[in-house]
């Protein structure tokens, strides 16, 4: 049973280091910029708190990392003073934040020449899903390294029912944005449609029901349309996440030569609830600056489900 460490451990890097401890794997080191989590989670897994990031390469073979952002990935394999990549021959790396397609495949060249391994987990789920080990698991890398770590994906995604292997490193990250971008689409445009027929008078439970019967129905009705009414904004995926992740979906389709006109009006919604300072409510938030009425941030923005 291999030993893991896990480096970001907000709600959803903690979920998913409680699955593999309940899984049966020995979670031997977790690390976190803000120290107060990695102290908890320690305490909670009996891991070790670590100060350094050189520490969990230290004391793990597998390292699963969930950050922030490009910034925040880079940092953690590159920082001069201190990162994983010290003495880590033979780590394993899991990959599993939301950035873009290159800084994969930037990290993949430079655990090669550290003489480690480096794979993407992208996650198409949320913190609910992370404790039970049912996260939707894209992963991209060299094939070899995605056989070697398969049990412990296994343990994450419902004993692999929701693994799939996308392909070379960078192209699970591709696919991921693409599932951000289409599902950001689809939120901006349920709040707009729910947004309208509030202003309209009409009653919203019957339109809810309607679109579920209908070619307006959509995961994200499920999922954020009673949210999107009642306000209630606690945060799953947060509209700062979902004006990253779009923004990457943007970058690719430059790349590519292609004008996604949709995506780009996704993007500045989700921005203006940044600029609004509402970045921090969960992306069902989309719908304050819609709805008649509204513009404030509610007061239910930030209760936990």
Do not use: W
């Not at 090669?112 to 198409?124: I, R, V």
């Amino acid at each position: 049973m291999k030993k893991i460490g896990v480096v970001g451990v907000g709600r959803m890097g903690a979920n998913m280091a409680r699955r593999l401890k309940q899984a049966g794997y020995v979670v031997t080191a977790v690390y976190d910029s803000k120290k107060e989590y990695a102290v908890a989670l320690a305490k909670e897994l009996g891991a070790e708190s670590c100060d350094r990031l050189a520490r969990v390469t230290e004391l793990s073979e597998v390292i699963l990392t969930v950050v922030t952002d490009d910034k925040a990935q880079l940092s953690i394999f590159m920082d001069k003073k201190d990162n994983l990549l010290k003495k880590a021959n033979g780590r394993i790396f899991i990959n599993c934040a939301t950035v873009s397609p290159e800084v994969h495949v930037k990290v993949q060249t430079l655990a090669k020449k550290s003489k480690a391994q480096s794979l993407e987990g992208c996650m198409a789920s949320s913190i609910n899903q992370a404790l039970a080990g049912t996260l939707y698991l894209m992963c991209g890398g060299e094939k070899s390294t995605f056989e070697k770590v398969k049990p412990i994906l296994n343990a994450m995604s419902d004993d692999g029912k929701l693994l799939r292997y996308i392909g070379t490193a960078g192209k699970a990250a591709q696919v991921k944005a693409l599932v951000n971008m289409v599902m950001n689409i689809n939120t901006a445009g349920l709040a707009e449609g729910l947004g309208l027929g509030a202003a309209l008078g009409l009653d919203l439970k019957i339109l809810m029901e309607v679109f579920s019967q209908t070619g307006a129905n959509s995961r994200v009705l499920q999922t954020d349309g009673e949210d999107m009414l009642n306000r209630d904004h606690a945060c799953f995926f947060s509209g700062s996440h979902a004006a990253k992740d779009s923004g990457i979906a943007l970058g690719l389709a430059k790349k590519a030569r292609r004008d996604l006109p949709l995506a780009k009006a996704a993007y500045q919604q989700y921005r203006k609830m940044v600029l609004k300072g509402f970045g921090d409510l969960d992306k069902s938030g989309i719908a304050e600056l819609t709805f008649p009425g509204r513009g404030q941030k509610p007061k239910k923005a930030g209760k936990k489900k």
